[in-house]
T-cell receptor, first 110, second 114 residues
Framework: TQLLEQSPQFLSIQEGENLTVYCNSS?????LQWYRQEPGEGPVLLVTVVTGGEVKKLKRLTFQFGDARKDSSLHITAAQPGDTGLYLC??????????FGQGTRLTINP | DAGVIQSPRHEVTEMGQEVTLRCKPI?????LFWYRQTMMRGLELLIY????????DSGMPEDRFSAKMPNASFSTLKIQPSEPRDSAVYFCASTRGDFRETQYFGPGTRLLVL
């Protein structure tokens, strides 16, 4: 059983459309991170959310932490081909480990 | 500033051979992490060093895997003997402090064991 369930696993949409991807768990976390990984590269941290209900914006990307701190969403407005990549959520588990979800593989078609 | 450097970027080897992956963390960073990424299992932590000392190696699959960090600027991950199921992308990451700080990933080593 995965600690973090990300959905959808794959998403392919046209440039200009909006989309939302999700990261869910039955556990409560003190914080949650979102990463983007482009083909052939390592993941890059986008944002960390720490407060239940918190909303953070990064240009066209909006991140929300659930009120109960068990889940999070990432919304992209007017998607562009440069948004293509693998989006990973991650949480700290136990005392010394960062655990990642399986990711959502996003493709934006021109 | 240079990021995390990994070598080689690609490695193809035959089953039973020894494989050594190398990592140079960002200068001044105190923690180093080795991860493995596969389609089936996603991104998994293998081992975590802090100040060159292994803190958590619970993710190391089995005795065939070993990791060392002889100094603050170099680490190796060795697989001996390698098996086809070890085929994956191996990432190294480093942080300024401990695992709670922002992790900076290298570009990865894509390993294929035939």
């Amino acid at each position: 059983t995965q600690l973090l369930e990300q959905s959808p696993q794959f998403l392919s949409i046209q440039e200009g459309e909006n989309l939302t991807v999700y990261c869910n768990s039955s556990s409560v976390f003190s914080s949650l991170q979102w990463y983007r990984q482009e083909p052939g590269e390592g993941p890059v941290l986008l944002v960390t959310v720490v407060t239940g209900g918190e909303v953070k914006k990064l240009k066209r990307l909006t991140f929300q932490f659930g009120d109960a701190r068990k889940d999070s969403s990432l919304h992209i407005t007017a998607a562009q081909p440069g948004d293509t990549g693998l989006y990973l959520c991650a949480v700290i588990q136990g005392a010394q480990k960062l655990v990642f979800g399986q990711g959502t593989r996003l493709t934006i078609n021109p | 500033d240079a990021g995390v450097i990994q070598s080689p970027r690609h490695e193809v080897t035959e089953m039973g051979q020894e494989v050594t992956l190398r990592c140079k963390p960002i200068s001044g960073h105190n923690s180093l992490f080795w991860y493995r990424q596969t389609m089936m299992r996603g991104l998994e932590l293998l081992i975590y060093f802090n100040n060159n000392v292994p803190i958590d190696d619970s993710g190391m699959p089995e005795d065939r895997f070993s990791a060392k960090m002889p100094n603050a600027s170099f680490s190796t991950l060795k697989i001996q003997p390698s098996e086809p199921r070890d085929s994956a992308v191996y990432f190294c990451a480093s942080t300024r402090g401990d695992f709670r700080e922002t992790q900076y990933f290298g570009p990865g080593t894509r390993l294929l064991v035939l």
